[in-house]
């Protein structure tokens, strides 16, 4: 936890001791089997191998995962260390192993890694789900290096349950500035429309993703936990592999971005976090997501490639018709 003043202008997200108090009160602890109805929409707090064993069968719609990377790393008062590839591997087989029976038939699996732990990641979720692809995604953050590559991207494993499965195209796609625009003989536009701040063709999403931010000290999703996604990359996901009111779960909670993301988009949630300020830090965000459903480079149901949607909000500042259409 930050104890140190915030600068002014730093919007992060803070507990005082009262509200870790009152936050924790609202998480849940597993002691026997539980209906679906019982644990939607709640927070765990508990070991992960501890709860699963009370939880209903086949009742997740999208499993995300995003466990330690194989790094010596601090999560608040709870430490990972870093381990050989071969005790990696088992580790993660430890507990994806335990999921197969939470899942729904047609269920999607996302589960993340970095350069090191993701082949460990691949193999281990080959031997229990279909594998579909990988996704890429860069993150603008991070200190050069003077004897190696800059690391500037992570990977997300993407997996199905069985051969049938949900994957919404439509709604995850990009839209992006067209640089070359191109007329039909008409001299109509041909795939893409216009504003006042530019052109932009709406693209199919692919496995490279270089539109997102990783959360910083500006931005009011922003919170103390040190590897924390954006809620606009969850909401790809979500949106891509589940429909509305289905079910994610997300059994390394973190500070709640997975269940917050769920539910401004009109899912439901059940998430494990084992340290109890996350876990409350959590439940506070949830609780703002009640008033506040914007997510940051998401606006009208679209995505947008990054620093373009700010132009699009000054056009429409500007004059009521700046909104994008084609011709």
């Given amino acids: 936890m930050l104890k140190k003043k915030p600068a002014r202008l730093n919007r992060s997200l803070r507990l005082t001791e009262a509200e870790i108090k009152k936050y924790f009160s609202q998480s849940i602890h597993l002691k026997k089997p539980q209906k679906l109805s019982s644990i939607a929409n709640k927070i765990i707090n508990q070991d992960i191998l501890s709860a ?9 719609d999208l499993l995300f995962i995003d466990p330690p990377y194989n790094i010596t790393k601090k999560f608040n008062r709870v430490s990972f260390k870093e381990m050989n590839n071969e005790e990696y591997e088992n580790w993660v087989d430890s507990w994806l192993s335990k999921f197969k029976v939470l899942l729904k038939d047609n269920a999607s699996i996302y589960i993340c890694g970095d350069w090191k732990s993701s082949s460990a990641i691949f193999r281990v979720g080959s031997k229990y789900f279909q594998a579909r692809n990988r996704i890429t995604w860069e993150r603008e953050k991070g200190r050069g290096a003077k004897s190696n ?49 530019g052109n932009f ?23 103390e936990h040190p590897t924390q996604k954006p809620e606009k990359l969850l909401a790809k996901l979500i949106l891509a592999s589940t429909n509305q009111r289905d079910i994610v779960f997300d059994p390394f909670l973190g500070s709640g971005t997975t269940a917050v993301v769920a539910k401004k988009l009109g899912r439901r949630y059940v998430g494990i976090e084992l340290d109890k300020y996350y876990c409350s830090l959590a439940l506070k965000r949830l609780e703002l997501a009640e008033n506040d459903k914007k997510i940051q480079g998401y606006e009208d149901g679209v995505f947008w490639e990054r620093n373009t949607l700010i132009d699009q909000v000054k056009s429409r500042r500007t004059n009521s018709n700046g909104q994008f259409h084609k011709k």
């Fill in 201 to 223: 063709r709406d693209t199919f999403p692919s496995n490279i993703w270089n539109d997102i931010s990783v959360p910083f000290w500006s931005m009011p999703e922003n919170t």
């Fill in 149 to 197: 590559w800059k690391i500037c991207s992570e990977d997300i494993w993407y997996f199905t349950n069985s051969d049938e499965y949900t994957f919404n195209v439509n709604q995850v796609k990009l839209r992006r500035k067209v640089l070359a625009p191109y007329r039909d003989n008409e001299r109509n536009p041909k795939d893409w429309g216009h504003n006042l701040s």
């Fill in 52 to 60: 699963v064993k009370y939880l209903p069968d086949k009742f997740v």
